[in-house]
């Protein structure tokens, strides 16, 4: 099974769906929020987002859904990443819920050869995040530098590092 892509195989144009989506639990929504102390009674507090909200609910926090696509686009994007260079940025465009299932996909919006090292190249995507009735949650602009192939070829193949049984 493949595991991220080298720089040759990225064309500008190409949309990778990723799968599966994850429906996003109350309990992964606090825990996020308590690993991250982010303690905003909007994402911890239902009687709070009750009584105070315009959502009269909790809202998932933006940053685990923003965490979860980019985690969801690493086999099809940056498996094979040498480096994420930047964040261009990042919108959450409608709020996310517990109970929600969040899918993504990505788009190559361009590619350049590095201009220092002949064996590797950035690639410019932009994720984006939809729930399960389509509605768009967050979408955000990257920039990854992958390697060639004759990078990868150097250093193991397809499973770098990984050891051979011993008999």
Known sequence: MQF??????????AIYKH???????????HLFCLLTMNHHPLHMDAHY?????????????????????????VPDVSGKAIANL?????????PTFHGDT?????????KSESK?????GVVYVETR????????????????MVPK?????TRGGEQPGRPTPQT
């Open 4 to 13: 991220g892509r080298y720089f040759e195989e990225f064309e500008v144009g």
């Open 19 to 29: 799968w599966p989506g994850k429906t996003v639990t109350e309990y992964d929504d």
């Open 49 to 73: 987002a009750e009584e105070t909200t315009d959502f009269k609910r909790n809202v998932v926090v933006g940053n685990y859904i923003y965490s979860l696509l980019l985690g969801m686009s």
């Open 86 to 94: 930047e964040v261009e940025s990042l919108k959450h465009t409608k």
């Open 102 to 110: 969040i899918y993504g996909e990505t788009e190559v919006l361009d």
């Open 116 to 120: 220092s090292k002949d064996d590797r």
């Open 129 to 144: 995040g939809y729930k399960q009735d389509g509605t768009v949650v967050c979408t955000f602009r990257r920039k990854v």
């Open 149 to 153: 192939r004759s990078y990868g070829d």
